[in-house]
């Protein structure tokens, strides 16, 4: 059994679920972002009490077929974001068809419908989300930032930093209050 699970962005969110399914007993064969197979099939009450379980921890089911698509394109952008270099080779668009096996036209439409912005903008935001994170850190120059986040000049990088936050990367990285947001929140 499939189950579509909405803000299951990161590794440590897949250790919670784990531990959850693991607490009712449940084997699971698979827990990708956002995707847990499970070994058997749920009754009606396990599913109520695992959904019980989830939320409690800031998770959600999804079963209806357009949120879990929402929901495999988000996470299709936090990993190529987040958690590899893999969007430095391909395209945006490429990247998310290969991942959902749908027509891009479809999924860009349908992305903006439900969520009020395009994947291009939420690509957008996850980006400068990581270029925080990275300033914050102080170990790679902005050029390495920009070079690690496929911009074609540093330049780019800051022009899009400042028209999204509102700060040059500079003026950021010398803030107290580093205001960064939850990538589950953009």
């Known amino acids: 059994m499939k189950l579509y699970i909405k803000s299951m962005v990161c590794g440590r969110c897949k250790m919670v679920v784990k531990s959850i399914l693991e607490n009712q007993g449940l084997v699971a064969l698979s827990i ?19 959904a019980l379980e989830l939320k409690k921890v800031g998770f959600e089911i999804i079963d209806d ?9 988000k996470n299709t952008i936090i990993t190529l974001v987040h958690h590899s270099n893999d ?14 096996h749908h027509d891009y036209s479809y999924l860009s439409n349908l992305f903006s419908e439900v969520e ?7 690509f957008i935001a996850q980006k400068i989300e990581r270029v925080k994170e990275l300033l914050v850190y102080d ?8 070079d690690l986040l496929g911009y074609s000049s540093v330049a780019y990088l800051s022009n899009q930093f400042k028209k999204t936050t509102g700060f040059t ?10 205001k960064r947001k939850a990538i589950d929140n953009l």
């Open 116 to 122: 009020g912005t395009t994947i291009e903008k939420y």
């Open 87 to 100: 969007y430095i080779k391909t395209n945006l668009s490429d990247a998310i068809v290969a991942q959902l």
């Open 139 to 146: 170990e790679l120059s902005l050029s390495e930032i920009a």
């Open 65 to 73: 077929h357009k949120s879990q698509i929402i929901e495999k394109i």
């Open 169 to 178: 990367p500079s003026h950021f990285k010398s803030l107290k209050d580093h």
């Open 32 to 50: 990708e972002l956002g995707e847990v197979e499970l070994q058997t099939s749920l009754t009606k009450n396990q599913l109520q009490v695992l």
